[in-house]
């Protein structure tokens, strides 16, 4: 398992690579750069040469594409050219709140939806099942910026019971990890709800059945942890999306996560930054797509490394 | 007009004043972006511009009621020739640090602007700087420059301890160390900024504890935040929640000038615009007053002249009424009787309903026979386009707004029209020229009696609006939101919101 472990992380490099020149290249296919997106309206054609040159951008782009590297295996992302601080500790100090972010809405969606969907396909074509099914459609076509702003009018602003924006104590985290994790609730609650009506069809659960356990014994035991499986493949999946998909929760919630920070740093045309946050935010999908591989494994013991 | 701009900012003001202030407590504003650094040599945008202002002062100052005022320099006298700037400095003045405030300092600060890449608005002119005694200094210009006055009132010329300068080196200054009533706390990106109250302040130590700037980017959760009572203060009300907000008990909404100007330029050099007929047909084709009426809600104003009523050297002139007729007749006389196709390019989301008002500008213009493409692009796209040279430029129009961040009428001309700005080297990105704006502008720059430049400046503009450089559309205002129960707040045309003598009513 761990000889697996560091041959997927081996060829987690190539990959990498790969990342970071795709997002050298486009960014630098943008119109526009740095200095005049920075200089702004009023600036003079002196202030942009200046803070061209202050950045390296008048050589060559394969010049600028070599130092990228030279400095990337040093570890070194560069310095931000909007803010002049390194780009690691941008990109980690803003990584951290939607890390946190991201992890608690996970854990609602997983919890919440896992338990919904197996109520769903434990008592199928009940009012149950069909309320949540509905509600499911719901919270996967309701746009985050409009949930949000709904979450926050009744809770705060009506209720009075939460803050309606920004980061401080748990109370903060409330509202922005629901509208984050609603679609993955809702996803997660469907996607068990089918895996596990094809699995209390199959002829161990009959087994198990005749055999006299109790229903609540079959559908925990014998059957979820076999649908298990699909199920960890789409939390996954959803993770990523939710590292990168904050970014509208961000916005709303005035959160001051990596999702905005690559967004504003993109407006500015801040190469340095939005280099330095994708091939962290791949860093991440990279090491969570690992963890739930070697999940495989703990939840069916049939799964091996090698 | 100007008139209305102060009694604006003055009642917010004085409605503080009519009680005693209560001493304490931390007040928190919103507004929309981080600032982009805190170090006066680096910073270019209004909210780094508010939040630095709190900290570090700078020699001059432009009140609420746009009147340049002493700060840290008690006096000052511009040369007669206009070419050398006499501060005479404030005594026993200390920044945060302990550090002396003197001539020195001002040097030190003031070299080290000459060194900054962004200080733009400043330093081409200023030559040297000659200490004469321990609180008099005098900047010696390379040629007269009489706008210099109030360009050292801008926030950004703000001063900092120069121990700090000197430790710092090359580098940016992260924590400014100033001399303002409130002390540099925390900066949290894309969070908060924090400040604190400044026991030692040399002027009116201010009541409250600490100041908190909290960074929302989102328009909907800023008018929220203001009503659950999370925050006291807000910036950037979209005009059409106004109404609304105007109703909410404990909030009051604050409209204030600002001293932006929308515009639209049209290509001074090439055909149809050559023909100064073609340009007065299009400014008589748009309906200013409805699109300021109903596409911004009353939020803003008709220009009358190419820069704002608040702005030293405004002239009023009259704006070219509504008339598609007197537009078609132009048209025709200039030879486009049959129409004629152009190529408009808008920002969008810049400017407050610039894509919806480009829309408009099309359809009032196709009612007088022009085809109008619209084109937008993303905002440093944008800039990059309007930054070509002229063999390279690809426009027939364009929308941009301007900024006379001085307030004086030098900043909101000359880089517009004069011939020696064109672009890419300045911002005069329609290729501009005429011989009589070039000479009254420089005219006017070097003309140090105020009533002198008043009159250059009254001649010019009429100049300017005959000859229809522009397609002249309108200036923006600003609304702002407040609690009840947070006296004392400034409401400043420069996009500021000013802490300063503020208390909360607790």
Same mark, same amino acid.
């Given at each position: 398992?761990?000889?697996? &472990?560091?041959?997927?992380?081996?060829?987690?490099?190539?990959?990498?690579?790969?990342?970071?020149?795709l997002?050298?290249?486009?960014l630098?296919?943008?119109?526009?750069?740095?200095?005049?997106?920075l &200089?702004?309206?009023?600036?003079?054609?002196?202030?942009?040469?200046?803070?061209?040159?202050?950045?390296?951008?008048?050589?060559?782009?394969?010049?600028?594409?070599?130092?990228?590297?030279?400095?990337?295996?040093?570890?070194?992302?560069?310095?931000s050219?909007?803010t002049?601080?390194?780009?690691?500790?941008?990109?980690?100090?803003?990584?951290?709140?939607?890390?946190?972010?991201?992890?608690?809405?996970?854990?609602? &969606?997983?919890?919440?939806?896992?338990?919904v969907?197996?109520?769903?396909?434990?008592?199928?074509?009940?009012?149950?099942?069909?309320?949540?099914?509905?509600?499911?459609?719901?919270?996967?076509?309701a746009?985050?910026?409009?949930?949000?702003?709904?979450?926050?009018?009744?809770?705060?602003?009506?209720?009075?019971?939460?803050?309606?924006?920004?980061r401080?104590?748990?109370?903060?985290?409330?509202?922005?990890?629901?509208?984050?994790?609603?679609?993955?609730?809702?996803l997660?609650?469907?996607?068990?709800?089918?895996?596990?009506l094809?699995?209390?069809?199959?002829? +161990?659960?009959?087994?198990?059945?005749?055999?006299?356990l109790?229903?609540?014994?079959?559908?925990l035991?014998?059957?979820?942890?076999?649908?298990?499986?699909?199920?960890?493949?789409?939390?996954?999946?959803?993770?990523?999306?939710?590292?990168?998909?904050?970014?509208?929760?961000?916005?709303?919630?005035?959160?001051?996560?990596?999702?905005?920070?690559?967004?504003?740093s993109?407006?500015a045309?801040? +190469?340095?930054?939005?280099?330095?946050?994708?091939?962290?935010?791949?860093v991440?999908?990279v090491?969570?797509?690992?963890?739930?591989?070697?999940?495989?494994?703990?939840?069916?013991p049939?799964?091996?490394?090698? | 007009?100007r008139k209305?701009?102060?009694?604006l900012?003055?009642?917010?003001?004085?409605?503080?004043?009519?009680?005693?202030?209560?001493?304490?407590?931390?007040?928190?504003?919103?507004?929309?972006?981080?600032?982009e650094?805190?170090d006066?040599?680096?910073?270019?945008?209004?909210?780094?511009?508010?939040?630095?202002?709190?900290?570090a002062?700078?020699l001059?100052?432009?009140?609420?009621?746009?009147?340049?005022?002493?700060?840290?320099?008690?006096?000052?006298?511009?040369?007669?020739?206009?070419?050398s700037?006499?501060?005479?400095?404030?005594?026993?003045?200390?920044?945060?640090?302990?550090?002396?405030?003197?001539?020195?300092?001002?040097?030190?600060?003031?070299?080290?602007?000459?060194?900054?890449?962004?200080?733009?608005?400043?330093?081409p002119?200023?030559?040297?700087?000659?200490?004469?005694?321990e609180?008099?200094?005098?900047?010696?210009?390379?040629?007269?420059?009489?706008?210099?006055?109030?360009?050292?009132?801008?926030?950004?010329?703000?001063?900092?301890?120069?121990?700090?300068?000197?430790?710092?080196?090359?580098?940016?200054?992260m924590?400014?160390v100033?001399?303002?009533?409130?002390?540099?706390?925390?900066?949290v990106?894309?969070?908060?900024?924090r400040?604190?109250?400044?026991?030692?302040?040399?002027?009116?130590?201010?009541y409250?504890?600490?100041?908190?700037?909290?960074?929302?980017?989102?328009?909907?959760?800023?008018?929220v935040?203001?009503?659950?009572?999370?925050?006291?203060?807000?910036?950037?009300?979209p005009?059409?929640?106004?109404p609304?907000?105007?109703?909410?008990?404990?909030?009051?909404?604050?409209?204030?000038?600002?001293v932006?100007?929308?515009?639209?330029?049209?290509?001074?050099?090439?055909?149809?615009?050559?023909?100064?007929?073609?340009?007065?047909?299009?400014?008589?084709?748009?309906?200013?007053?409805?699109?300021?009426?109903t596409?911004?809600?009353?939020?803003?104003?008709?220009?009358?002249?190419?820069?704002?009523?608040?702005?030293?050297?405004?002239?009023?002139?009259?704006?070219?009424?509504?008339?598609?007729?007197?537009?078609?007749?132009?048209?025709?006389?200039?030879g486009?009787?049959?129409?004629l196709?152009?190529?408009?390019?808008?920002?969008?989301?810049?400017?407050?309903?610039?894509?919806?008002?480009?829309?408009a500008v099309?359809?009032?213009?196709?009612?007088?026979?022009?085809?109008?493409?619209l084109?937008?692009?993303?905002?440093?796209?944008?800039?990059?386009?309007?930054?070509?040279?002229?063999?390279?430029?690809?426009?027939?129009?364009?929308?941009l707004?301007?900024?006379?961040?001085?307030?004086?009428?030098?900043?909101?001309?000359?880089?517009?029209?004069?011939?020696?700005?064109?672009?890419?080297?300045?911002?005069?990105?329609?290729?501009?020229?005429?011989?009589?704006?070039?000479?009254?502008?420089?005219?006017?720059r070097?003309?140090?009696n105020?009533?002198?430049?008043?009159?250059?400046?009254?001649?010019?503009?009429?100049?300017l609006?005959?000859?229809?450089?522009?397609?002249?559309?309108?200036?923006?205002?600003?609304?702002?939101?407040?609690?009840?129960?947070?006296?004392?707040?400034?409401?400043?045309?420069?996009?500021?919101?000013?802490?300063?003598k503020?208390?909360?009513?607790?």
């Amino acid at each position: 398992m761990i000889q697996y &472990a560091i041959r997927r992380l081996l060829l987690a490099v190539p990959t990498l690579l790969g990342v970071s020149m795709l997002v050298f290249g486009i960014l630098r296919m943008l119109p526009g750069d740095p200095a005049t997106a920075l &200089a702004g309206v009023h600036a003079t054609q002196e202030v942009v040469e200046r803070i061209r040159a202050e950045h390296g951008l008048d050589k060559p782009i394969h010049l600028q594409y070599l130092g990228f590297m030279k400095d990337l295996f040093r570890g070194n992302l560069g310095k931000s050219i909007r803010t002049a601080l390194p780009v690691t500790t941008e990109v980690v100090s803003r990584l951290i709140p939607t890390l946190e972010l991201t992890a608690v809405s996970m854990v609602l &969606a997983v919890l919440l939806g896992v338990i919904v969907g197996v109520i769903s396909a434990a008592k199928p074509y009940t009012v149950f099942d069909y309320g949540s099914m509905l509600g499911a459609l719901v919270g996967l076509s309701a746009p985050v910026f409009w949930l949000g702003l709904m979450l926050m009018l009744l809770f705060s602003l009506q209720l009075g019971w939460l803050p309606a924006a920004g980061r401080g104590d748990f109370r903060h985290l409330i509202l922005p990890s629901v509208t984050l994790a609603a679609s993955s609730v809702a996803l997660i609650a469907r996607f068990t709800r089918s895996t596990m009506l094809e699995v209390l069809r199959s002829e +161990y659960i009959a087994t198990a059945r005749a055999k006299g356990l109790r229903e609540s014994r079959v559908i925990l035991r014998h059957a979820l942890s076999n649908a298990m499986i699909p199920i960890l493949t789409i939390i996954g999946l959803r993770f990523g999306a939710l590292l990168s998909g904050a970014v509208l929760t961000e916005n709303v919630f005035a959160w001051p996560g990596v999702g905005r920070l690559v967004v504003d740093s993109i407006s500015a045309r801040d +190469y340095p930054v939005v280099q330095g946050a994708v091939l962290m935010i791949a860093v991440s999908f990279v090491f969570i797509n690992l963890v739930v591989d070697l999940l495989y494994g703990v939840v069916n013991p049939r799964i091996r490394y090698d | 007009m100007r008139k209305l701009g102060i009694l604006l900012a003055v009642a917010v003001g004085l409605m503080g004043l009519a009680q005693t202030p209560k001493l304490g407590g931390e007040l928190v504003i919103a507004f929309g972006t981080d600032p982009e650094s805190l170090d006066p040599n680096k910073i270019t945008s209004a909210p780094a511009g508010m939040v630095l202002t709190h900290v570090a002062e700078t020699l001059l100052t432009m009140d609420e009621n746009l009147e340049i005022r002493p700060l840290l320099a008690q006096s000052w006298k511009l040369a007669e020739d206009g070419r050398s700037l006499t501060l005479y400095l404030r005594k026993g003045v200390k920044f945060h640090d302990g550090t002396p405030f003197n001539a020195q300092a001002v040097k030190d600060n003031l070299e080290r602007f000459r060194k900054a890449t962004y200080a733009f608005l400043l330093f081409p002119r200023v030559q040297t700087i000659d200490i004469v005694d321990e609180y008099t200094v005098v900047l010696n210009l390379d040629m007269p420059f009489a706008p210099i006055v109030s360009h050292l009132t801008h926030n950004f010329v703000a001063l900092v301890s120069p121990k700090q300068i000197a430790e710092v080196g090359d580098k940016e200054i992260m924590d400014p160390v100033g001399t303002g009533p409130f002390k540099f706390d925390k900066w949290v990106r894309g969070e908060y900024v924090r400040i604190v109250k400044n026991p030692d302040y040399w002027g009116d130590k201010p009541y409250l504890d600490a100041v908190k700037f909290l960074v929302v980017p989102s328009d909907a959760t800023r008018l929220v935040l203001l009503e659950t009572g999370q925050v006291h203060a807000i910036m950037r009300v979209p005009p059409l929640e106004a109404p609304r907000l105007r109703g909410v008990k404990g909030v009051e909404v604050v409209k204030l000038p600002s001293v932006r100007t929308i515009y639209i330029a049209f290509h001074y050099q090439r055909a149809p615009f050559t023909d100064v007929r073609v340009r007065q047909a299009f400014n008589y084709a748009v309906d200013k007053e409805a699109i300021v009426q109903t596409i911004l809600g009353g939020v803003g104003g008709v220009s009358d002249a190419p820069i704002m009523p608040l702005i030293f050297g405004y002239a009023k002139q009259n704006p070219y009424p509504y008339d598609p007729e007197m537009a078609k007749k132009l048209l025709a006389d200039a030879g486009y009787a049959k129409g004629l196709k152009i190529k408009f390019y808008h920002p969008t989301g810049r400017y407050m309903m610039d894509a919806a008002i480009a829309q408009a500008v099309q359809a009032y213009l196709r009612d007088v026979g022009v085809e109008v493409e619209l084109i937008t692009m993303e905002w440093a796209a944008y800039l990059a386009f309007l930054r070509k040279p002229l063999e390279e430029s690809g426009f027939d129009m364009f929308m941009l707004g301007w900024g006379c961040v001085t307030l004086d009428a030098d900043y909101g001309l000359f880089p517009l029209f004069h011939t020696s700005e064109w672009a890419p080297k300045g911002s005069n990105r329609s290729f501009y020229s005429h011989p009589t704006v070039d000479a009254l502008l420089e005219q006017a720059r070097v003309t140090v009696n105020y009533e002198a430049r008043k009159a250059l400046y009254a001649d010019l503009i009429a100049f300017l609006w005959q000859d229809a450089g522009w397609l002249f559309l309108h200036y923006e205002e600003q609304i702002n939101a407040q609690r009840t129960t947070a006296k004392g707040l400034i409401h400043h045309p420069r996009e500021y919101i000013l802490a300063h003598k503020a208390w909360l009513d607790r």
